[in-house]
């Protein structure tokens, strides 16, 4: 079942559990110079910047907040267009979505298929249904690539291999122990668009990608 994205100055707000608030909305502005996701401990004030995106133009996008103190914090969205006019989305809490804590689809190692409509990274080229960052491998606020595997039960062996956008192999991570760390974005050598290939015990769960600013 897909989740609807909310269009601009609306976005939705879920809160997919593990301390993540996911930010997601469709912007069918024409004219946007800026999107930038605030958060608050009040509706009214005391709002700080958490990510101003590299590219507001694509239609579908979003962010994963994995820092926020808390679930019951406030959202809001500052979009910029041209000339110097602005507006602010109102704004709300996130809202529980347990169907996030479902682990992979099955069969598809897509989470894009089942939960279109949250997003870490931001991708300037529209996918079908929405870009949807992954839950498990996605760029970090401190611009670190953050890696959060499922602790499972039942231990099982994970291995990542990174790409280039343009399909040139990097290096792959193999019999991953940790399930929570953090990848220097030096290993990569340059900013853009990185794709992954996340193995569970020998088979593909997930094929996505994650988008590393350039500031260095």
Not at 46 to 64: A, C, E, F, H, S
Not at 114 to 129: L, T
Not at 197 to 202: A, K, P, R, S, V
């Amino acid at each position: 079942m897909l989740h609807a994205q909310d269009t601009l100055p609306k976005f939705s707000l879920k809160d997919v559990g593990n301390g993540r608030i996911v930010i997601g909305w469709t912007n069918n502005f024409t004219n946007v110079k800026q999107i930038s996701i605030q958060r608050s401990f009040d509706s009214l004030t005391g709002y700080k910047t958490i990510l101003t995106v590299p590219d507001p133009t694509p239609q579908q996008n979003g962010y994963v907040d994995a820092k926020a103190i808390n679930d019951h914090m406030f959202y809001r969205i500052y979009i910029m267009l041209d000339k110097g006019i602005f507006l602010f989305s109102d704004a709300k809490k996130p809202v529980l979505d347990l169907s996030y804590r479902t682990g992979f689809p099955n069969g598809t190692g897509n989470l894009t298929e089942i939960n279109p409509g949250n997003v870490p990274n931001i991708n300037s080229k529209p996918y079908p249904g929405g870009f949807m960052p992954s839950l498990y491998v996605y760029t970090h606020r401190d611009g670190y690539v953050k890696v959060s595997l499922p602790n499972d039960e039942k231990p099982k062996k994970y291995s990542i291999k990174f790409f280039a956008e343009d399909e040139t192999f990097l290096f792959e991570l193999k019999e991953v122990k940790e399930r929570n760390f953090k990848l220097d974005k030096t290993n990569f050598y340059h900013a853009g668009w990185f794709r992954f290939e996340l193995y569970e015990d020998g088979k593909l769960i997930e094929n996505h990608k994650f988008y590393l600013e350039k500031d260095f």
